[in-house]
């Protein structure tokens, strides 16, 4: 496309516009019709400018537009990504730390073992997107939305995810220790042998039809928490200090065996 871009972009407009006028003065009825439809779309598409496409060449600045690019491997730290369009960028394992990405859209990217440590990600959308072994630490993404987000094994310590959307994400093996998790929706996630032990939160958080096979939940306060039901629990790995919603019981297998928690 870049190459067929660049052999028509380098033929003048008033070329074309002459070719045009050469045929028209030659040729009668509906055929000249179409071929003046068809010479004026090639004469507009050769006098577009190239800044309509995106152009991952360009430095990162708000609001770049970054759409697909491949941007794997790089040292990107500190860099400003406020309201960027970066729907299905490769930033697999490149360094993103103390990055901002407030308000981008991350859609369908990848960020397999990424760096993204103290990162502000205040209401982006990571939605679909791939991000094994992603290391999150401390990033601050409240109001994020990860929604059906491959995030196995990706580690969130220390992070704010005040109302961040986890619906459908796979979390297996993730790992939430001291995050800060207050209303949050982890509605059918997969979070086998996920970590929330650590996670701080006060009020409800969702956990609809979510996996809990092995997650560790010891000393977890669960009793605010909605939608949790005792199938889950008899799947979990807590303790005594878990405190548990209305109605349900602990489990008599608390707490799991240790090849469970590997």
Not at 133 to 148: C, E, I, M, P, Y
Not at 172 to 185: E, H
Not at 241 to 250: D, E, N, V
Request: charge should be positive; hydrophobic fraction near 45%; proline fraction near 3%.
């Amino acid at each position: 496309m870049d190459r067929m871009g660049r052999r028509f972009t380098a033929i003048p407009a008033k070329v074309l516009s002459g070719f045009a006028f050469g045929i028209a003065s030659k040729q009668n009825g509906a055929f000249q019709a179409r071929i003046l439809l068809a010479l004026a779309a090639l004469v507009w598409f050769a006098a577009a400018p190239a800044s309509q496409a995106q152009n991952c060449r360009s430095d990162p600045g708000p609001s770049i537009d970054w759409r697909g690019c491949n941007k794997k491997t790089l040292m990107l730290d500190g860099s400003d990504f406020t309201r960027a369009n970066l729907t299905g960028t490769d930033f697999s394992y490149t360094d993103l730390r103390h990055s901002i990405f407030a308000g981008a859209d991350l859609t369908k990217g990848k960020m397999i073992r990424a760096l993204l440590n103290n990162a502000s990600a205040d209401n982006a959308i990571f939605e679909r997107v791939e991000g094994y072994r992603a290391t999150l630490q401390d990033v601050r993404a409240n109001g994020a939305s990860f929604k059906s987000g491959e995030l196995q094994r990706a580690n969130f310590t220390g992070a704010q995810l005040r109302g961040a959307n986890f619906e459908k994400a796979d979390l297996s093996r993730a790992v939430f220790d001291k995050a800060v998790i207050t209303g949050a929706n982890f509605v059918y996630a997969n979070l086998s042998r996920a970590s929330l032990s650590s996670a701080v939160f006060e009020g409800s958080l969702d956990f609809k039809n979510a996996f809990f096979l092995f997650v560790r939940i010891e000393g977890v306060d669960l009793s605010q928490a909605e939608n949790v039901t005792q199938q889950q629990l008899d799947m979990a790995c807590g303790d005594n200090a878990t405190k548990l919603p209305a109605g349900l019981t602990m489990p008599s297998q608390w707490p799991c065996p240790e090849e469970a928690k590997d």
